[in-house]
Structure formats: structure tokens, C-alpha cells
């Protein structure tokens, strides 16, 4: 697979990486640790050398997983895990981002993953009671320590960005981006370009709405957070298919998947730009990654700008409550 620079501090990774989320955490019952490692391995083996978690995953049990996923090839890879929230009787339990949890976060981390650096670490959200300037200047004091390499940011709006920045550069932001959220484009984008920061979409298949496997007759499991998305309500399900019968039948010319079609919208925006669709099945990271050698031509991609500019997508894509924990 090819590579691409995420930042100019020198951090090169695999063009499509891989978000571990989902075989611990919020979509329903957590996979089997083998098949779990299994899964890893494979897209190491297909390419990819940017794997993603965080020490709320779980909590924990998704860092443990990546960290003996990838002892065999732990030189060979970039992991990328997050700090920033109390964990409280196995609970997320408010943000925190305080110079000591920081470092005590790092701590578990490090140990979990079985590595000595942290390639790169994110803040994980906004913490409102701590100056941005703080966050920076900790993490840059753990890189001097050789326990991180790079700084990223998730979901921070530009002015958290430029404060970070100025104490210690941000190699990546994380933010939410897909054919169906494109508020980085004006929010952030022009931030990044500017400071020479790479961008790394999560949830980049809408959550898996764009893959086309989800209409508004289906269900989802206790533990699956879609439930409680209003994107998800089948209203909103039915009136947004509009976006996958697009890619439908742009994937059908191309002799590709929509998944497909949506990840190498992604892959065309910029070439800082590194998705991280995360998956429970073999076969669908098979198919997530062959993205990377699907080419949309400049007539193909203006064919999906005209379309989707004339689309109204409806619902919020987060619960009020996860809403709140952006910022903007």
C-alpha cells in the first residue's frame, strides 16, 4: 500500500489505517480476543502500518489487543492511542487532561501496548478547565522523555489548534469526516494547511451508513451507541439512503463497492489526509482497503460534489450529550 506524511514533523504512514474501536467498544458486544488479534495482523499483512485506540476503548482491553496484536511487527507500525477522560468503575466519567493524568494515562498506555514510545498521542477531547497551552507543554516535556513521538489533537477546534501548535507542533488532528460530515473542510482544514498538520478522519464510512448495509429497518444492539444517534432514527435513515444510492452508482462504473467509493473520496481531498475505518470482519477490511487503489477522476469527484451539495443530510451525528464534548 502506498504511504503518506501525516504532518511535516517526519510521521509516514500506511494511506488507509486502521481504528480499533469497534472490536471493544460502542457497537455492540466486544469480538473475541483472537479473532480480534487475527484481524490486526491481517491488515498488517495487507498493508497497513497505522493502527488506531485509546485507553477508554474498553476501557483498556482494546490498547491490550493492538499492543499483542502487533508485538511481532512492533517496529514496522505506527500506534496512535488517546488520553483525556476519568475512567471511573469501567466508566467514562468527565474529561481530564490535567499535566499528572496525562503522564498517569501515558503510564497505562505504554504498559497495555507493550512498547516504550507512544508513537502518537492524542488529547482525546477538549478539557475546558485545562489551558490547551498545559496539555502541549506536558506532552512535550513526555517527547523529550522518549515516551511519546508525535502530538495529535482530536476533534479541537483552530483556536485550541494554533495555541497547541505554538508550544509543541501537532502532527495530526482526528476529527469526524465523511461524505455525509464535512464541517472539518471549512472548521479546520484551512488551519491544518496552514501549520503543515496531516488530518485523520474517523468514523469515514458515516458509522457504516455508507457502506449501504444499513436502512431504516435496521436494528442495533443494547450496547451499540447508534441507537441513541438521531442520524440513525429510521426516518433519518430513509431520507439520507439518498447519499448511498450515489455511491452506488458511481461503485457500480468503477466495479467497486460504495465503501469503496467512499473511502477514495476521502483519499482525493488532499494528500495529508489518512481515514481510519474500523471493521469486526475479515472480508470488510479486505474491502476497506482496496479503496487505496480506487481512482476517482476530477469528472467523477465533481460528479459526487455537484450531488452532494444538493443533499440535505438529516439528524445530528452525535447524542446531545457526546455533542457537548466537541470543540468548536
Do not use: C
Request: hydrophobic content about 40%.
Amino acid at each position: 500500500m502506498k504511504t503518506r506524511k501525516l504532518g511535516n514533523q517526519g510521521l509516514e504512514v500506511s494511506a488507509i489505517g486502521l481504528g480499533g474501536m469497534g472490536l471493544n467498544f460502542g457497537y455492540g458486544p466486544a469480538t473475541d480476543k483472537q479473532e480480534a488479534i487475527k484481524l490486526i495482523r491481517k491488515a498488517y499483512e495487507l498493508g497497513v502500518t497505522f493502527f488506531d485506540t485509546a485507553e477508554i476503548y474498553g476501557p483498556f482491553t482494546n490498547e491490550e489487543v493492538v499492543g499483542e496484536a502487533i508485538a511481532p511487527f512492533r517496529d514496522e507500525v505506527v500506534v496512535a492511542t488517546k488520553f483525556g477522560f476519568n475512567i471511573l468503575d469501567g466508566k467514562m466519567a468527565g474529561r481530564n487532561s490535567k499535566p499528572g493524568h496525562i503522564r498517569e494515562a501515558v503510564e497505562g498506555s505504554l504498559k497495555r501496548l507493550k512498547v516504550e514510545t507512544i508513537d502518537l498521542l492524542y488529547q482525546h477531547r477538549i478539557d475546558p478547565q485545562v489551558p490547551i497551552e498545559d496539555v502541549a507543554g506536558t506532552v512535550k516535556e513526555m517527547i523529550r522523555e522518549g515516551k511519546v513521538r508525535y502530538f495529535g489533537l482530536s476533534e479541537a477546534g483552530a483556536a485550541n489548534i494554533r495555541k497547541a501548535h505554538a508550544v509543541q507542533p501537532v502532527t495530526a488532528l482526528q476529527s469526524e469526516y465523511s461524505l455525509w460530515w464535512r464541517e472539518p473542510e471549512t472548521k479546520t482544514f484551512p488551519i491544518l494547511e496552514e501549520l503543515g498538520i496531516g488530518f485523520v478522519p474517523f468514523s469515514p464510512l458515516g458509522r457504516g451508513f455508507l457502506t449501504g448495509k444499513i436502512d431504516e429497518n435496521s436494528r442495533f444492539d443494547a450496547n451499540d451507541f447508534r441507537q441513541g444517534v438521531p442520524r440513525f432514527r429510521p426516518e433519518n435513515l430513509k431520507a439520507n439512503r439518498i447519499v448511498v444510492q450515489l455511491l452506488q452508482k458511481i461503485a457500480e462504473s468503477k466495479h467497486a463497492t460504495p465503501a469503496q467509493i467512499a473511502l477514495a473520496w476521502i483519499l482525493a481531498q488532499q494528500p495529508w489526509i489518512v481515514p481510519i475505518p474500523g471493521t469486526t470482519k475479515m472480508h470488510r477490511l479486505e474491502e476497506n482497503l482496496g479503496a487505496a487503489s480506487v481512482t476517482l477522476s476530477a469528472t467523477d469527484l465533481q460528479e459526487i460534489e455537484t450531488a452532494v451539495s444538493n443533499m440535505t443530510i438529516l439528524g445530528a451525528r452525535y447524542s446531545q450529550s457526546s455533542e457537548e464534548m466537541t470543540d468548536k
